[in-house]
């Protein structure tokens, strides 16, 4: 082949390159990372909680999963103002059992008020209990780093919060004999403190400055997770 052959070739393949660099990004484009929020209740569309409730202290910190798979992330809005109509609707209780709710892509959702007892359908008493669900079935799914993370940041504010000590940190599995939740994926991780040391790492950084915002800046966020942007 002669030399100017070669060039030209040489030229064609850097051209080539160039053009598949400028729209990887975009062919692997990713939602973005949440900020340090929770996301509340108006904004996902939550109804008012009903009156009463049991008021309590949290002193230990509790992770369910909901055994349900999310599927899409998009759907998690959508998939917690089910929940509360279940709850609220069929189970009887004031409100969604959780206080907080973390999604596939770290997203945090406001949900019950963590100076009120949760609620559930198994045999223990959710008295004290910090409770933080996670969105998905993990006896099937897979379980994120970024919804791990959330929950560790979810309960580094809890434990701030409240002054929780972080080795109470457990499954609901570990107080209730009837489930297996939160799920064999995600339970694996509170086996072996992977996220009790998320939960101690952040606040051995300093304070835990998760704030709850409301409002449009809510109702973007919330439209924004579900057209698959956040």
Known sequence: MRTDDLSRRRVLQLAGLAAATSIAPQAFARAAPPTPSVLCRDAWGAKPPRPGGTPHTPVR????HTAVPLGDNANAPARLRQHQHYH???????DIAYH??????????????PELVGDTATDYDPTGHFLVVCEGDFD??????????????????????FDIPTDTLAGHRDASHDTSCPGANLYAHVVDDDLKNRVDGLLAAGTVDLRTICGPEASKAVADIESGLR
């Open 140 to 161: 099937k799914d897979p379980i994120t780093e970024e919804q791990l993370n959330g929950a560790a940041l979810a309960f580094a504010w809890a434990a701030q919060r």
């Open 100 to 113: 907080l709710s973390v999604d596939r892509n770290g997203n945090i959702y406001e949900l019950r008020r």
């Open 88 to 94: 609220q609707d069929t189970q009887g209780w004031i």
């Open 61 to 64: 910190m509790t992770i369910h």
